[in-house]
T-cell receptor, first 108, second 112 residues
Framework: RKEVEQDPGPFNVPEGATVAFNCTYSNSASQSFFWYRQDCRKEPKLLMS???SGNEDGRFTAQLNRASQYISLLIRDSKLSDSATYLC?????????FGKGTMLLVSP | EPEVTQTPSHQVTQMGQEVILRCVPISNHLYFYWYRQILGQKVEFLVS????????KSEIFDDQFSVERPDGSNFTLKIRSTKLEDSAMYFC??????????FGPGTRLTVT
């Protein structure tokens, strides 16, 4: 049973490109939703929370569709420093359930 | 910006030995967590701790594991008798009233 499912990638994009990641979750009791990024052998770092109304933080836009149990992340104008693994995360009763992550590689 | 800190950064131990992993959560946070990540796999929840007691734990968190908040700042994870399969990165996280959780840099545990 895959609770949080993501395409592992890698997504190879040139600098300046727009890239979108998707994620689905299986537990309809999930209460809150996040995107974290993880660099190789480092800790997950909170990128943004995800709300049903959609939310934007600079070049990053996140969207949640509760009916379809689907979460997305859009990155515009990709930078080299965006290269990382992006983790889709759902919160159920204060425990975080992580997807395996989608790897993004931004090249010059 | 306040951060979660963890010590040591790397711990090597022999199978059957006890290890204690230490964490200092963000100072005004009330919720504390341990997660682990086996190399190449996803991050997995171990345990959550609030108001000086365990609030949730996963199937991974068996009798070999325990947590403690011995004073006002530290939060520890003890593995009583380590097994080879306990080798992983162990992350401590803390959270405030909101549902966001902030992770420490991790302790890499190698069991030989």
């Amino acid at each position: 049973r895959k609770e949080v499912e993501q395409d592992p990638g890698p997504f190879n994009v040139p600098e300046g490109a727009t890239v979108a990641f998707n994620c689905t979750y299986s537990n309809s009791a999930s209460q809150s939703f996040f995107w974290y990024r993880q660099d190789c052998r480092k800790e997950p770092k909170l990128l943004m929370s995800v709300y049903s109304s959609g939310n934007e933080d600079g070049r990053f836009t996140a969207q949640l569709n509760r009916a379809s149990q689907y979460i997305s992340l859009l990155i515009r104008d990709s930078k080299l420093s965006d290269s990382a693994t992006y983790l889709c995360v759902v919160n159920i009763y204060s425990t975080l359930t992580f997807g395996k992550g989608t790897m993004l590689l931004v090249s010059p | 910006e306040p951060e979660v800190t963890q010590t040591p950064s790397h711990q090597v131990t022999q199978m059957g030995q006890e290890v204690i992993l230490r964490c200092v959560p963000i100072s005004n946070h009330l919720y504390f967590y341990w997660y682990r990540q086996i190399l190449g796999q996803k991050v997995e929840f171990l345990v959550s701790f609030y108001n000086n007691e365990i609030s949730e734990k996963s199937e991974i968190f068996d009798d070999q594991f325990s947590v403690e908040r011995p004073d006002g700042s530290n939060f520890t994870l003890k593995i009583r008798s380590t097994k080879l399969e306990d080798s992983a990165m162990y992350f401590c996280a803390s959270g405030g009233q909101g549902q966001e959780q902030y992770f420490g840099p991790g302790t890499r545990l190698t069991v030989t």
